[in-house]
């Protein structure tokens, strides 16, 4: 497995880089984006086809955590200093995003209430997911999760099965995108489970995925990588 990095991006550009190692986190200084044209004209061309504005924004904020996360990286690996209209994120035959780069990089991208998450790895297919903390529908937990994972949500989230469940969802979302398989699994036929605080193994299908989860501002946030 290989070191995962993240990338949040607030409404308004501003981002702040997450370098997640195995032994915890380390933050870079917040930033905020220079009024610069940042897409390139496919990437532009993309964004006019999106009508709704609340799509927009979502899609704004996600491309802006991917860019800055790859601009990120470049200049720690190489030292080079990438301008943002120099990176290209456009959708694969599955409509993931994939960077036009002469590095095998996998992203992965995620949005949540106009706020962005982008996760990046070298080499080791990746997802992440992000879910603003809020009410659940009383039946979701007995819908998504199977009796093991109900089992554990009372055992570890015991104090608040709501953000308990949005960890289970993020983790299970997560896993989907690191599959890239199509079509993607039912949330039930996803099996997490909890090996440590903030920490977890994912089983989809014949796949292994080690996991991990957090919280940003009002949101879980989550990464699942092979």
């Not at 991917?66 to 994120?89: H, M, N, P, V």
């Not at 104090?159 to 398989?181: C, H, P, R, S, Y």
């Amino acid at each position: 497995m290989g070191q995962v990095y993240l990338c949040f991006a607030a409404p308004g550009f501003a981002w702040t880089v997450h370098r997640a190692a195995a032994g915890g986190t380390m933050n870079s200084p917040d930033g905020v984006w220079p009024g610069e044209a940042w897409l390139t004209p496919r990437e532009a061309s993309l964004f006019a086809e999106i009508k709704s504005p609340r799509h927009q924004r979502d899609w704004l904020a996600g491309r802006c955590a991917a860019k800055e996360l790859i601009r990120d990286y470049i200049f720690q690996i190489t030292g080079r200093a990438l301008a943002c209209s120099q990176i290209e994120i456009l959708n694969d035959e599955n409509g993931a995003p994939r960077p036009l780069l002469p590095l095998n990089l996998e992203i992965s991208l995620a949005h949540s209430a106009g706020h962005g998450l982008a996760g990046l790895c070298a080499h080791s297919p990746l997802g992440v997911d992000l879910q603003q903390i809020r009410p659940v529908r009383s039946d979701l937990i007995r819908r998504v999760l199977s009796e093991h994972e109900r089992a554990e949500l009372e055992q570890h989230f015991a104090g608040n099965l709501v953000e308990g469940t949005l960890v289970f969802w993020a983790l299970k979302e997560a896993a989907i995108k690191a599959q890239k398989e199509r079509p993607a699994p039912a949330l039930p036929q996803i099996a997490v489970t909890i090996t440590a605080p903030s920490r977890a193994e994912i089983a989809v299908r014949d796949q292994r995925y080690s996991a991990q989860w957090g919280r940003w501002k009002e949101f879980i946030w989550a990464w699942a990588v092979s």
